[in-house]
């Protein structure tokens, strides 16, 4: 791809604000390219994010993404320099993106749509005590019911770094 781009839209103008000129006509090339660049912003996005608050209980860095294409996985080939996923079929990927509170280190996870949709809920102020109950009322299991099932999950999301510690040690407080 960037052969493509050096070869095809390379400025051939020596003046410095002509540099970029060629890119964004560049990016108007494979979808999967718009979605590249996408997700190299929400990895900077994350990185560059304010400090951790011990208050939060949400890491403060993570962005959430659906992609058509299964970026994460050809971005990390890329990286390794052993590409083998084609970025010519969709696969639709939906991540998140955040830094590592203990290690500092970027990370992508990849997760479920149904997770990713809690996520996005909890990334716009609501809580798993709020979706709990938002979920007793849809389908008649009691909030508690729907909390036990829902630990696995936050456990995990505690586990990768999504989390900044174990919400369900307070949902009994919540619930009162």
């Known amino acids: 791809m960037g052969e493509e781009f050096i070869t095809n839209f390379w400025p051939r ?3 410095i604000n002509w540099a970029v000129k060629g890119f964004s006509q560049w990016l108007s090339g494979p979808a999967c390219l718009k979605e590249l660049a996408d997700y190299e912003w929400c ?5 560059t994010f304010r400090d951790f608050q011990p208050s939060e209980w949400l890491n403060p860095s993570l962005v959430l993404r659906c992609y058509e294409f299964p970026i994460p996985t050809y971005y990390q080939e890329w990286e390794e320099n052993e590409i083998q996923t084609s970025l010519e079929e969709s696969a639709i990927s939906t991540v998140a993106i955040f830094r590592d509170p203990d290690t500092q280190d970027l990370k992508t996870v990849e ?15 609501g809580t798993p005590e709020n979706s709990a109950r938002e979920l007793s009322e849809q389908i008649h299991l009691s909030v508690g019911e729907i909390l036990d099932q829902m ?10 770094g999504v989390l900044l510690h174990d919400t369900r040690k307070n949902t009994r407080n919540f619930l009162v």
């Open 13 to 15: 103008d020596y003046r």
């Open 43 to 47: 990895r900077f996005q994350a990185l």
């Open 111 to 125: 997760i479920q749509p149904a997770a990713f949709e809690l996520l996005e809920q909890w990334v716009h102020g």
């Open 151 to 160: 630990t696995p999950l936050l456990k995990n999301l505690a586990h990768e």
